[in-house]
């Protein structure tokens, strides 16, 4: 597991492309904000996340994909992942932020996710 980046990955990359393409200026991986959100747009108080559909348990086939070996472990460990997204998005929105969670079989769609950041960026 030690190979599988946290940031800067495809998905990641894309997303962080089109907001710029967009206009819109971010910082990436705020430590002091609950999560690290992947994107954070301070002067609008919003946060994206970039989920990995696997490693977030998102309901797609990618995500509903178990490990034929050590099956017990991957499955609580996406259970805890998914614990800990949600606590964290209520921490955030308990703060003041807004949260944006994109999942990566999304992302394959680029005017969709333009779309989609422009809708939730320009929200007051």
């Known amino acids: 597991m030690r190979a599988v ?13 089109a907001a ?4 819109y200026r971010y910082t990436l991986h705020r ?4 999560g690290k959100p992947d994107l954070v747009f301070a002067s609008r108080k ?3 996340f970039i989920n990995g559909c696997f490693w977030h348990g998102h309901d797609c086939s990618r995500g509903a994909r178990v490990p034929k070996s050590n099956t017990a472990y991957w499955i609580a460990k996406v259970a805890r992942n998914r ?4 606590t964290t998005q209520k921490t955030l929105r308990r703060g003041g932020w807004s949260v944006l969670v994109l999942w990566e079989c999304e992302l394959k769609n680029v005017v969709r996710t333009r779309q989609r950041l422009t809708r939730f960026l320009s929200r007051s």
């Open 46 to 48: 919003k946060t994206v």
């Open 5 to 17: 980046r946290s940031q800067d990955t495809t998905p990641e990359m894309r997303v962080r492309r």
């Open 31 to 34: 430590g002091d904000l609950p």
């Open 20 to 23: 710029h393409s967009l206009g």
């Open 83 to 86: 614990l800990r997204d949600v």
